[in-house]
């Protein structure tokens, strides 16, 4: 069964960065865009970024021009690097893959701690 590993979260200060990996431990076939969601307890999983296979990029507005979003598409592999973080973007962020074959494929999480 494929599954999306996250990495690369963890704690930091307010101000400060973190990039998120997202690797498939298999083949995805014809996946045609990857992106990040993240979810707090309580609240419904928001879209983050998303990227498609022909490089089109869209950004939740609380993230535009703090987040950058890029793909290797040979590795089915996603990144987030993610910059001057705020308290409120503490989350747990998800990475998922769509594929026209098998539909939406998600990761477990990594959590994202942001201190003031």
């Known amino acids: 069964q494929v599954q999306l590993v996250e990495s690369g979260g963890g704690l930091v200060q307010a101000g400060g960065s973190l990039r998120l990996s997202c690797a498939a431990s298999g083949s995805i076939p014809s996946v045609n865009a990857m992106g990040w969601h993240r979810q707090v307890p309580g609240k419904q999983r928001e879209l983050v970024a998303v990227?498609?296979?022909?490089?089109?990029?869209n950004y939740a507005d609380s993230v535009k021009g703090r987040f950058t979003i890029s793909r290797d598409n040979a590795k089915n592999t996603v990144y987030l690097q993610m910059n001057s973080l705020k308290p409120e973007d503490t989350a747990v962020y998800y990475c998922?893959?769509?594929?026209?074959?098998?539909?939406?494929?998600w990761g477990q999480g990594t959590q994202v701690t942001v201190s003031s």
């Open positions: 998922k893959a769509h594929s026209s074959v098998l539909g939406d494929v």
């Open positions: 990227i498609t296979s022909w490089s089109w990029t």
